[in-house]
């Protein structure tokens, strides 16, 4: 069974950073783009990135080119979020799902963690 | 970018009856990327439909899906007491990767 768990989720100030992980297993990890998506409380879903298997591809929306960082381990079967200078809109659960641009294309989002919690507040 | 509108913003029925979700976008979604995901209070969202009207792994056959082009629905055809949730449709083609607004289905 797939299964993926983020962690590093807590309260910070504006303007410093934040990582986050997502530990993936009953996959084989490398083989499948893996994605972060957010909601702000009471909110709807925004896609935040988007990595290939190999972590060769990145994709960002314009929104969140060079403050977010995706990256990934495939020794540890691991995903991770920087996040740099952050802001009060960025008071949200990210979630770690399994899809997003593949070797072959792009790919819906079909295993998704419970989401780690990310305030940003003085 | 596509912009996905998701319409009624609510809609409110009772278990057993029919539910017809609508899902526009801004411009034609390529070669039927477009996802519908179930979520419930406190829960992480969940795939329910891809290609627009393919059924994830696991998912009852009275979800459908259907539509190409820019427009798209999801249909519950009788609901159950579980289906009452939150439902947004996505569209997975191309970056931007985009989410609807959401459309909740409440119980009358």
């Known amino acids: 069974e797939v299964q993926v768990l983020e962690s590093g989720g807590g309260l910070v100030k504006p303007g410093e950073s934040l990582r986050l992980s997502c530990a993936a297993s009953g996959l084989t990890f490398s083989s499948h783009a893996m994605s972060w998506v957010r909601q702000p409380p009471g909110k709807g879903l925004e896609w935040v990135s988007s990595i290939s298997g190999s972590g060769g591809g990145t994709y960002y929306p314009d929104s969140e080119k060079g403050r977010f960082t995706i990256s990934r381990d495939n020794s540890k079967n691991t995903l991770y979020l920087q996040m740099n200078s952050l802001r009060a809109e960025d008071t949200a659960v990210y979630y770690c799902?399994?899809?997003?641009?593949?070797?072959?294309?792009?790919?819906?989002?079909?295993?998704w963690g419970q989401g780690t919690l990310v305030t940003v507040s003085s | 970018e596509i912009v996905l509108t998701q319409s009624p913003g609510t809609l409110s029925l009772s278990p057993g009856e029919r539910a017809t979700l609508s899902c526009r976008a801004s411009?034609?979604?390529?070669?039927?990327?477009l996802a519908w995901y179930q979520q419930k209070p406190g829960q992480a969202p969940r795939l329910l439909i891809y290609?627009?009207?393919s059924r994830a792994t696991g998912i009852p056959d009275r979800f459908s899906g259907s539509g190409s082009g820019t427009d798209f629905t999801l249909t519950i055809s009788r609901l159950e007491p579980e289906d009452f949730a939150v439902y947004y449709c996505q569209h997975y083609g191309s970056s931007p990767l985009t989410f609807g607004g959401g459309a909740k289905v409440e119980i009358k």
């Open positions: 799902a399994k899809g997003g641009r593949g070797s072959s294309g792009w790919y819906p989002f079909d295993y």
């Open positions: 411009q034609s979604v390529s070669s039927s990327y």
């Open positions: 290609g627009a009207s």
